[in-house]
């Protein structure tokens, strides 16, 4: 089991720029959901996935982010235009059952820089 | 809302000591709760979880208890170790979804 994989590791971009990250989920798992980590707001919620389908984006900040679940292996969370204050870490996760359950996954993050 | 309160970091601590972070809860509904860590440059991994009143949650000489009258979570190990040095996160979850609720995260560094 290679876990939940996430790419790239490190991103910088400039304002303005169209920004995609990328997130594989545990093969099996039927939740995935996408988190931001900040210093200043800690761990956030984004958006969760069941079985492909958005379930609750109330937690994507702005239209300029968006988040998409193609088939079961493969998410991406998408901000255009980016902006300085979309630089933190952003984690993919993935469950079996739902947090409920069973536990969540992480990947190792994407640590995004906006100049 | 709900929302999960941890005391405040940095923790830093010498090998073999008491370790205790506290955290606390607000939530409407009867919650899971849950304790994760993460090491450095890498995403969270679960800890030990509790799904209801007087449950204990243990795993790697970590535990915690779920004391609904005091909306209590705490983690403690008797012996730290250097290994032990990462953030640790309380989080909830409600029975009616699949959202996790984190708390701020605490630090641990354990020195030799």
């Known amino acids: 089991d290679a876990g939940v994989i996430q790419s790239p590791r490190h991103e910088v971009t400039e304002m303005g720029q169209e920004v995609t990250l990328r997130c594989k989920p545990i093969?099996?798992?039927?939740?995935l959901f996408w988190y931001r980590q900040t210093m200043m707001r800690g761990l956030e919620l984004l958006i969760y996935?069941?079985?492909?389908?958005?379930?609750?984006d109330s937690g994507m900040p702005e239209d300029r982010f968006s988040a998409k679940m193609p088939n079961a292996s493969f998410s991406t969370l998408k901000i255009q235009p980016s902006e300085p204050r979309d630089s933190a870490v952003y984690f993919c996760a993935s469950s079996l059952q739902g947090i409920y359950n069973s536990p969540l996954h992480f990947g190792n993050g994407t640590r995004l820089t906006v100049t | 809302g709900n929302s999960v309160t941890q005391m405040e970091g940095p923790v830093t601590l010498s090998e073999e000591a008491f370790l205790t972070i506290n955290c606390t809860y607000t939530?409407?509904?009867?919650?899971?709760l849950f304790w994760y860590v993460q090491y450095p440059g890498e995403g969270l991994q679960l800890l030990l979880k509790a799904t209801k009143a007087d449950d204990k949650g243990s795993n790697k000489g970590f535990e915690a208890t779920y004391r609904k009258e005091t909306t209590s979570f705490h983690l403690e190990k008797g012996s730290v170790q250097v290994s032990d040095s990462a953030v640790y996160f309380c989080a909830l979850s409600e029975d009616s979804g699949s959202r996790l609720t984190f708390g701020e995260g605490t630090q641990l560094t354990v020195n030799p």
């Open positions: 093969s099996g798992h039927d939740y």
């Open positions: 939530a409407t509904g009867y919650p899971s």
């Open positions: 996935f069941n079985n492909n389908v958005p379930i609750d």
